[in-house]
């Protein structure tokens, strides 16, 4: 069963705009992990941000922050003030701890272009 | 200099070769992880160690097989490589010791079989 959505494939967004990449998750675990990646063109995966299923706060880290709807089953990344290195794929990924957190799922991912 | 390596960073092979695919760490983590990559299906498990003498399958381990030679060295074997093998691989490491147990992943090994 697809436990990450990722319901948009490609995403674009003006410089300097503020997007919002979509992820629903799917878990019976009440323990669990939330992440994004990015990976640009050059293909490496760069870790953005985390939440955990018990954090009272949403996460953020710098002009990322992740808008976590728990009872919705949703964590989307939020990225302010778009630039233009933004453009790349980005993921998101769950491990349900429970179970000894060896296993990390991702989406298969967003596309997001920033236009000039 | 980076914390996950892998070699090589590009492969073009034929069918029926054997490939190994290196995996190396400075980061002093525990826990290692190899993945692949397909367009449209994100990242998945196809190996992960947890230390030196424990090796476990991921979700798709067939025709894999992997190598733990110390804890800074993981690395990856296609015994007898085919076509839709042909694949981004990535390297992974983790502490296993915090509850967000971020895995952190090397550059890739783009991997093609003829």
């Known amino acids: 069963a697809q436990k990450i959505t990722q319901t948009q494939p490609g995403m674009f967004v003006q410089e300097k705009e503020a997007v919002t990449l979509d992820c629903t998750y799917d878990?019976?675990?009440?323990?669990?992990?939330l992440f994004w990646y990015k990976q640009p063109s050059s293909g490496e995966m760069i870790f953005l941000i985390y939440?955990?299923?018990?954090?009272?706060q949403n996460a953020t880290e710098g002009r990322y922050s992740l808008n976590f709807q728990k009872a919705r089953k949703s964590a989307n990344l939020v990225i302010s003030a778009s630039q233009l290195g933004d453009s790349a794929m980005y993921f998101c990924?769950?491990?349900?701890?429970?179970?000894?957190?060896?296993?990390?799922?991702f989406g298969a991912g967003t596309r997001l272009f920033v236009k000039a | 200099d980076a914390d996950v390596t892998q070699t090589p960073r590009n492969r073009i092979t034929k069918t029926g070769k054997r490939i190994m695919l290196e995996c190396s760490q400075t980061?002093?983590?525990?826990?290692m992880y190899w993945y692949r990559q397909d367009p449209g299906l994100g990242l998945r498990l196809i190996y992960y160690?947890?230390?030196?003498?424990?090796?476990n399958k991921g979700e798709i381990s067939d025709g894999y097989s992997v190598s733990r030679q110390a804890q800074a060295k993981f690395s990856l074997s296609l015994e007898s490589a085919i076509p839709n093998q042909t694949a981004l691989y990535f390297c992974?490491?983790?502490?296993?010791?915090?509850?967000?147990?971020?895995?952190?992943f090397g550059p890739g090994t783009r991997l093609t079989v003829l």
């Open positions: 878990t019976s675990d009440p323990s669990y992990g």
């Open positions: 160690s947890f230390d030196v003498k424990d090796i």
């Open positions: 939440q955990g299923s018990y954090d009272q």
């Open positions: 992974a490491t983790s502490t296993g010791t915090s509850g967000s147990d971020t895995q952190y």
């Open positions: 990924a769950m491990r349900e701890l429970s179970t000894g957190g060896f296993k990390t799922i």
């Open positions: 980061k002093g983590h525990d826990r």
